[in-house]
């Protein structure tokens, strides 16, 4: 149960009482009968540390792949894929076949 801080608005008295949430705020001092108040402190916890706030995390790491995705292979040339051409050519239309000399 939460402890409750009071302050005799007459008398100056202060104390604290041991009260459910649920319970009506006590109105009458026990030292001289005149009226209280609640007296409101700041919270009794403090965050301390990174990760307490949206800025303190960082991107997303992407998903882990699963185990039936394939391994990519690098080659021995580097980490560059090679480019193939998927060019098609008309029959005839390559590079011609150089003539044969003529020998005299």
Known sequence: MPTY?????DCDHEFEAVQSMRDDPLTVCPSCGGTLRKVFA???????????????????????KSSDDKPEKKDDKGSKPEKTSTVSRKE?????????AATT
């Not at 700041?42 to 882990?64: C, E, N």
């Not at 005839?92 to 044969?100: L, R």
């Open 42 to 64: 700041p919270p009794a916890i403090s965050f301390k540390g990174s990760g307490f706030y949206a800025t303190d995390h960082g991107k997303r790491k992407p998903a882990a």
């Open 92 to 100: 005839g239309s390559g590079p011609k076949a150089p003539k044969e």
């Open 5 to 9: 801080q009071y302050l005799c608005r």
